[in-house]
């Protein structure tokens, strides 16, 4: 039987490992080392809006347990996940704290299993509408920002800021929207699954777990994302410069 306690310890164990090995790798950058410094705030802001959308989606449609948990919170430090906070800086795709929700609680204007696809869905959709604003004050900020102040360093940190805000965000949204346990995605689909699909899925959810853990440690949920990050990105860049008018 597969021990996921036991694993999930040998797990952080590689984790601990992997972010070691690119912290030496950003400290003897320097370039890096400023990607990395200028990236967290970003990340700050993309875990902190996902997990809050999550607990105010839940809020509205019913459920109290994240307010009575202090997670209806824009404080980010209610919605750090050590582990995940750690891969979205160094590896650019992570998580937040998990949002209890009791599904029972929700309105029974729909069904639980829909309400629970609307919360996990908030989350996603929160880190590309951010990725949309951010995108659009970085398309401004060429527009107005003088010249003087774009080639100074002020002027370089606050565009790298904005960019990489715009760029995690996009990383956070795509990553949970994989359809394995315990991202988003797996929630977001089962309302459109056949019956038997499902219970196959609810029974099986350890293999899933399985699957997500060998494709995130391989680094494959970075290939099989990595084409969705570049079309959202693309995408939302070209709806920016068009809002904007701003070439892209």
């Not at 891969?87 to 069904?111: D, E, I, Q």
């Not at 951010?134 to 398309?139: D, G, H, L, Q, T």
């Not at 196959?200 to 970075?222: D, R």
């Amino acid at each position: 039987m597969f021990n996921f306690s036991f694993d999930k310890r040998i797990i952080y164990i590689i984790i601990a490992i992997m972010v070691l090995s690119m912290i030496v790798q950003y400290t003897t950058n320097p370039g890096m080392l400023f990607s990395l410094v200028i990236s967290i705030p970003a990340v700050l802001i993309a875990i902190t809006f996902h997990e809050f959308a999550h607990a105010f989606v839940a809020d509205k449609l019913g459920d109290d347990t994240a307010r009575r948990e202090g997670r209806l919170s824009l404080n980010p430090f209610a919605h750090l996940d050590p582990i995940g906070t750690l891969l979205l800086v160094f590896a650019g795709f992570g998580w937040g704290k998990p949002v209890h929700v009791n599904p029972r609680n929700y309105t029974r204007k729909m069904s639980m299993e829909k309400g629970e696809a609307l919360v996990s869905i908030a989350g996603p959709a929160m880190n590309i509408i951010l990725a949309i604003i951010f995108a659009i004050i970085y398309c401004l900020a060429y527009k107005f920002g003088s010249a003087d102040f774009l080639r100074s360093n002020m002027g370089f940190i606050i565009r790298t800021l904005i960019s990489s805000i715009v760029s995690i965000n996009i990383g956070l949204g795509v990553f949970n929207l994989i359809p394995l346990p315990p991202l988003d995605g797996s929630k977001i689909i089962m309302p459109f699954l056949p019956y038997n699909a499902k219970s196959w899925f609810i029974n099986n959810e350890q293999i899933f777990y399985i699957i997500f853990v060998v494709i995130w440690i391989t680094g494959l949920a970075s290939i099989i994302i990595s084409p969705a990050i570049s079309a959202i990105s693309n995408g939302i860049l070209h709806l920016a410069g068009f809002i904007t008018g701003v070439p892209v």
